[in-house]
């Protein structure tokens, strides 16, 4: 009896476990736009962070490297992401509009986590996603960042302090909102 018990609380704990992993931190197409309705944080410029100084090998040299402090001097998008994400595929071709329509005005850079690199080449050759990405293979960096799962995006202001926090698979029109506000407010961001 009592063995039994036990092994229906490990049981119960690995499905708990596995919903946290499996529905929080990678969120499905389905749970994606739900998150980003209500995962969309402005951080307030007196308590913003600066970006990690961390410098991260390229995904499609060159250059050889990237360095986050990189992205100072204008407005920013950092992007993490993964080849194999359902919600990142959805919304790839609308990053890869906005980077074209924004691109003179805001800096795009992706971060590529727990990924082969020749998935993740693919996936930016298919999707045309022609800024700059780095690699990030066991999402270290991304851990600094304090990502939740993927997709999570991020505004950078022209000091190269996160201005908003965006979790899950974001509509259209809440990132081209944010990119026209981030170009309107270069020095504040």
């Known amino acids: 009896m009592r063995r039994r018990r036990l092994l229906l609380a490990i049981a119960l704990a ?4 596995a919903v946290f992993f499996g529905l929080l931190l990678r969120p499905s197409g389905e749970a994606a736009p739900r998150l980003a309705a209500k995962h969309f944080s402005l951080i307030a410029a007196d308590k913003r962070k600066p970006l990690p100084d961390a410098t991260a090998p390229a995904l499609l040299p060159p250059p050889p490297s990237v ?3 990189s992205l100072r001097g204008r407005p920013a998008f950092v992007d993490v992401w993964a080849s194999w994400c359902v919600p990142c595929r959805e919304e790839a071709p609308l990053l890869a509009r906005l980077w074209r329509q924004s691109r003179s005005q805001v800096r795009f850079l992706g971060i590529d986590v727990e990924d082969s690199r020749a998935e993740a080449r693919a996936f930016v050759r298919r999707y045309g996603l022609g800024y700059p990405h780095i690699v990030d293979p066991q999402a270290s960096l991304a851990r600094r960042l304090a990502f939740f799962g993927l997709p999570t ?14 979790i899950g ?7 081209r909102q944010r990119c026209e506000r981030s170009r309107r407010r270069r020095g504040a961001g």
């Open 14 to 17: 690995l499905v708990a476990v």
């Open 67 to 69: 360095a986050l402090n």
């Open 153 to 166: 995006a991020y505004f950078v202001d022209s000091k190269g302090r996160v201005a908003a926090k965006l």
């Open 169 to 175: 698979k974001q509509e259209e029109e809440t990132l």
